[in-house]
C-alpha cells in the first residue's frame, strides 16, 4: 500500500482548500504566475489516483498541453513532482513512447496528449479515466477542443465514480476580448463548474522565495500593467501603442564591469517588396540584453532592388565585422520561417543555415519581448544604425478594428525590426530567462 510522506495541508496554501474539497465536476483554477494553482491541481490527481491504487484498483488521468511539444518540460514534470512530494516515486515508472507514468502494481496511468493532434483525442481508448486536465487552458485554439475531447474521456470513466474530473489551469491573457476570458464569463454561471482565481500574494505558507519576489517587484517597478496581466492575472487590455519606450535603456558605451559572453543575430527578410533587417544583440554576464548594431536595407523607391544573393553578402559582411569588434561568433541566428530564398543563398554561399522562428499569434510573440522589457533588461547601443530600430518600436501599433477580437493584428507598416526583435526573444527563451 502507497504510504503518504507528508501532510496535505504541508504543501497547499489555504486559498486552494475549497478548489480541492468541491464536489462539482469541472474545476477551473486561473490567475497570476506563481500562484501555485499547477501544483495544486498535480497534488490533488496524484493523491486521487494513490486511493485506488492502495485498493487494488486502476485508475486512469489524461493529462493535455495545446501542443505536445510542451509536455515533458511542464505537465509531465509537474506531475513527476506531485508523485515525489507524495513519497510515491518507487511505485511508478517512466515511459517515453507514448508519454506516460504508470503505477508498477496495478497499470493505473498518467497519459499525456498534445491537442495538436486532436483525432488522437476524440479517438481515446483509455478505460477507467477518473480525471482530465487541461494545462495552460488559454493557449489551446478555442473551446472547440474541450468540446470535442471531454465526451470522449467521460465515456471512459472508471465505474468507482460517479463522475470524471475535469481540470483547467491558465493564466488570463491581457486581451479581455480573447476566448477564453469570454469563455469564462459563462462558465462563472455554470453550478457544474467551480472557478477559482489566485495570485502570488496567496501564499501563506511561503513558497515564494526572496529571489522570486525581488524578481515580481522588479516587474512591478518597471512595468506596472505588465505586473498586474502577469502576476495578478488580470485582463489589462492592449492599449494601441504596443511598447513603452521608457524600457528601451539607451547606452552611450558598453558597461565596463557586464561583459558580453554571447552575440545572437535575428533577421526580417523582405526582398523586393519591402525591408530586410538584421540586429546584433548580446547577452551580458547580468542577463542584460543589448542591441549592439542594426542592418537595414530598404527597396523603397529604388529602380534596382538588391537580389537574394547581395543581401546574403550584405548579412555576411555585417556578422563577419560585428564578430571581428567583439571577437565572439554568433551563439544564434534567427530568421523569419516563411523565408527561402535569402536562407538557400546564405547557405549555398557560406555552408551556414539560420535558425527559423517557430511563430505564434501576434500577441504571444510581442508577450517575449514585453517580458524581457518589464524586467527591466534590454539595452541599446547610442548608434546611428540603431535609431531605426528604435524609431519602428515608437511608431509600433495595434489595429484598432482588431482589438475587439481574441487575435489582434498590428499595422503592418514599418514593423521589420518590431519583427526580429520577437524572433529573437521567441528563439531564445530560456536563454534570456523568458519564461512561457
Given at each position: ?250 547606452l552611450d558605451k558598453l558597461p565596463e564591469h557586464d561583459r558580453i559572453i554571447a552575440i545572437y543575430y535575428s533577421a526580417d527578410t523582405g526582398h523586393e517588396v519591402s525591408a530586410t533587417t ?159
Amino acid at each position: 500500500m502507497t504510504q503518504m510522506a507528508v501532510k496535505i495541508t504541508d504543501e497547499i496554501n489555504p486559498h486552494f482548500y475549497k478548489l480541492w474539497n468541491t464536489k462539482k465536476p469541472y474545476i477551473i483554477a486561473k490567475g497570476g504566475r506563481g500562484s501555485f494553482k499547477s501544483s495544486v491541481i498535480s497534488l490533488k490527481l496524484v493523491t486521487e489516483i494513490l486511493k485506488y491504487i492502495s485498493k487494488g484498483r486502476t485508475a486512469n488521468v489524461i493529462c493535455i498541453r495545446e501542443n505536445s511539444t510542451y509536455l515533458r518540460d511542464s505537465i509531465f514534470n509537474q506531475i513527476l513532482w506531485a508523485i515525489g512530494v507524495l513519497g510515491a516515486s518507487s511505485e511508478f515508472e517512466v515511459r517515453k513512447s507514448p508519454l506516460m507514468i504508470r503505477n508498477k502494481s496495478t497499470d493505473s496511468t498518467f497519459f499525456f496528449y498534445g491537442a495538436d493532434n486532436p483525432m488522437k483525442l476524440k479517438s481515446n481508448l483509455v478505460q477507467n479515466i477518473i480525471a482530465v486536465w487541461f494545462e495552460e487552458a488559454a493557449n489551446f485554439k478555442s473551446a472547440d477542443v474541450f468540446d470535442q475531447a471531454i465526451p470522449t474521456f467521460v465515456r471512459q470513466k472508471s465505474p468507482f465514480i460517479d463522475e470524471v474530473k475535469v481540470y483547467y489551469s491558465y493564466n488570463p491573457p491581457r486581451n479581455p476580448y480573447d476566448w477564453i476570458n469570454e469563455w469564462i464569463i459563462d462558465k462563472e454561471n455554470n453550478p457544474n463548474y467551480f472557478v477559482d482565481t489566485s495570485t502570488y500574494l496567496d501564499d501563506r505558507l511561503g513558497f515564494t522565495t526572496k529571489q522570486q519576489l525581488e524578481l515580481i517587484n522588479e516587474y512591478k517597478a518597471n512595468d506596472e500593467d505588465y505586473y498586474r496581466w502577469l502576476y495578478l492575472g488580470e485582463a489589462i487590455g492592449l492599449g494601441t501603442n504596443i511598447y513603452n519606450m521608457d524600457l528601451f535603456h539607451r547606452l552611450d558605451k558598453l558597461p565596463e564591469h557586464d561583459r558580453i559572453i554571447a552575440i545572437y543575430y535575428s533577421a526580417d527578410t523582405g526582398h523586393e517588396v519591402s525591408a530586410t533587417t538584421c540586429g546584433c544583440y548580446g547577452l551580458t554576464v547580468t542577463d542584460k540584453v543589448i542591441l549592439l548594431d542594426t542592418y537595414y536595407y530598404s527597396p523603397e523607391g529604388r529602380s534596382r532592388k538588391k537580389s537574394p544573393k547581395e543581401l546574403a553578402s550584405d548579412l555576411h559582411e555585417f556578422i563577419q565585422e560585428c564578430t571581428r569588434r567583439y571577437g565572439m561568433q554568433p551563439e544564434k541566428m534567427t530568421i523569419d520561417s516563411a523565408e527561402g530564398a535569402l536562407d538557400n543563398q546564405y547557405y549555398n554561399d557560406y555552408g551556414i543555415r539560420w535558425s527559423k522562428v517557430k511563430k505564434l499569434k501576434k500577441i504571444n510573440m510581442i508577450d517575449r519581448v514585453h517580458d524581457l522589457l518589464a524586467q527591466g533588461r534590454f539595452y541599446y547601443l547610442s548608434d546611428s544604425d540603431n535609431d531605426i530600430f528604435i524609431d519602428e518600436h515608437k511608431r509600433y501599433q495595434w489595429d484598432e478594428n482588431t482589438l475587439q477580437s481574441d487575435d489582434p493584428k498590428v499595422i503592418k507598416e514599418n514593423d521589420h525590426c518590431c519583427d526580429q526583435f520577437q524572433y529573437l526573444c521567441r528563439s531564445n527563451e530560456r536563454d534570456f530567462g523568458l519564461k512561457f
